[in-house]
């Protein structure tokens, strides 16, 4: 099927179907984007959120961090990670995340994958407060990880993106809808990952 073809092995994607998708690398420089992710993992308040599964309490394997505008607030302490407030450096993130895409983002979820072990299950990110075509933007600081995508529907359609250090993927059109995505853990040896995700809270 022509559609195997969307996801090259590198990091660059020709064919990206680009009403879901769009992907830019070097979206910051090498270095700039050593020195931010140092500097936030240093920086964040990190927090281990705890889910239930069934009948258990289980940890997620990774830590994150909530950052939001203070009209927002209310939604986000529903989530019960209480928010942040933002930082001059991701206020600066923020604006040249804005400046490329045109468009404002009101909050960003910092997930941090310490290592080959943390990941992020198989999911969507369609919450109601999110809207119905939700434009996420998300930026990836460090070790390349693969970035998978499923259709809902027919699990067998599944592509990779390899998200390298400082791109930028941007996540739109019905992707929440139609499809799910996860970031799966690698019997590889990994070092560290951020990744930010910037989104639209109604
Ligand atoms: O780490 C990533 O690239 C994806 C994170 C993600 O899917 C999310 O925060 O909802
Ligand atoms: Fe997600």
Do not use: C, R
């Given at each position: 099927?022509?559609?195997?073809?969307?996801?090259?092995?590198?990091?660059?994607?020709?064919?990206?179907?680009?009403?879901?998708?769009?992907?830019?690398?070097d979206f910051f420089s090498e270095s700039e984007s050593e020195i931010h992710l140092a500097h936030l993992i240093a920086e964040t308040p990190w927090k281990q959120k705890v889910v239930s599964m069934?009948?258990?309490q289980v940890v997620t394997p990774r830590l994150s961090a909530w950052y939001a505008d203070p009209e927002i607030y209310d939604y986000t302490s529903l989530r019960k990670s209480?928010?942040?407030?933002?930082?001059?450096?991701?206020?600066l993130i923020r604006n040249k995340i804005e400046a490329f895409t045109g468009i404002k983002f009101n909050s960003v979820l910092l997930n941090y994958y310490r290592d080959a072990n943390d990941s992020v299950a198989w999911h969507s990110d369609n919450e109601e407060a999110?809207?119905?075509?939700?434009?996420?933007?998300?930026?990836?600081?460090?070790q390349v990880r693969g970035f998978d995508i499923r259709n809902k529907q027919n699990h067998k359609q599944k592509y990779t993106v390899k998200l390298e250090n400082g791109s930028l993927l941007l996540m739109k059109g019905n992707l929440q809808q139609h499809w799910d995505h996860r970031i799966a853990k690698s019997t590889k040896k990994m070092k560290e990952r951020l990744n930010l995700t910037f989104r639209i809270v109604h």
């Open positions: 099927m022509e559609q195997l073809s969307f996801f090259s092995e590198s990091g660059h994607t020709p064919g990206l179907p680009s009403d879901l998708l769009q992907y830019t690398p069934y009948d258990k209480s928010p942040n407030f933002w930082t001059p450096e991701l206020m999110l809207g119905t075509h939700p434009v996420i933007a998300s930026l990836s600081l460090g």
